[in-house]
């Protein structure tokens, strides 16, 4: 059971530079969300769905974009990468009617 | 005043102590209680969950909420340096059919050998 899987691991970017994080999950979940996690500052949430066709803005959605096309996957788009935005990204999912969240791995984003 | 007050740390201990990790929150909805650990470059796991005021024990780990103090708690008991890893609380407020949870910004913790 792979669970929450998110690529890369690892990423450089320039500024101004676009690129994806992709995230997928194997437990049909309908919720998924996107975090980033600074030092000092906790998870705070960047985008969520609540299912496929939906999404919404969570604390700090600007300069990211999301679509949620099927119920496994959640890509989270930077559109012009800026310094501001390098952190580490976490995916994760929760069952509609559950109340456990399950994290990726995470995704070290730099940008220079 | 944050919804969720949680002390970064860091905290140092040495093997076989008893750990208090606390949180206080400021709004009285919040009704779900969780404690999720994340070791170095991982992602945060669930490590207990509550619902009510009183006290959870699982294994080495208590969980204990006072909802009437807006406070909870995660003890750890006999701790071991496999505890070390950053603690987050994290609540739950259901309302009118929307989901609100919001998590605590973490507590380092390191246990010595």
């Known amino acids: 059971n792979a669970g929450v899987t998110q690529t890369p691991k690892f990423q450089v970017l320039k500024t101004g530079q676009s690129m994806t994080l992709q995230c997928a999950q194997d437990?049909?979940?309908?919720?998924m969300s996107w975090y980033r996690q600074d030092p000092g500052m906790g998870l705070r949430l960047i985008h969520y769905?609540?299912?496929?066709?939906?999404?919404d803005q969570g604390e700090v959605p600007n300069g990211y974009n999301v679509s949620r096309s099927t119920t496994e996957d959640f890509p989270l788009r930077l559109l012009s990468a800026a310094p501001s935005q390098t952190s580490v990204y976490f995916c994760?999912?929760?069952?509609?009617?559950?109340?456990?969240?399950?994290f990726g791995e995470g995704s070290w984003l730099t940008v220079v | 005043q944050k919804e969720v007050e949680q002390d970064p740390g860091p905290l140092s201990v040495p093997e076989g102590a008893i750990v208090s990790l606390n949180c206080t929150y400021s709004?009285?909805?919040?009704?779900?209680f969780m404690w999720y650990r994340q070791y170095s470059r991982k992602g945060p796991e669930l490590l207990m969950y509550?619902?009510?005021?009183g006290n959870k024990e699982d294994g080495r780990f208590t969980a204990q909420v006072d909802k009437s103090s807006k406070y909870i708690s995660l003890f750890i008991r006999d701790s071991q340096p496999s505890d070390s890893a950053t603690y987050l609380c994290?609540?739950?407020?259901?309302?009118?059919?929307?989901?609100?949870?919001?998590f605590g910004k973490g507590t380092k913790l390191t246990v010595n050998p």
């Open positions: 994290a609540m739950i407020e259901w309302e009118g059919g929307s989901e609100k949870l919001v």
């Open positions: 769905s609540v299912g496929a066709g939906i999404t």
């Open positions: 437990m049909n979940h309908e919720y």
């Open positions: 994760a999912s929760k069952a509609r009617d559950g109340n456990t969240i399950y």
């Open positions: 709004n009285s909805a919040f009704q779900y």
């Open positions: 509550t619902y009510s005021s």
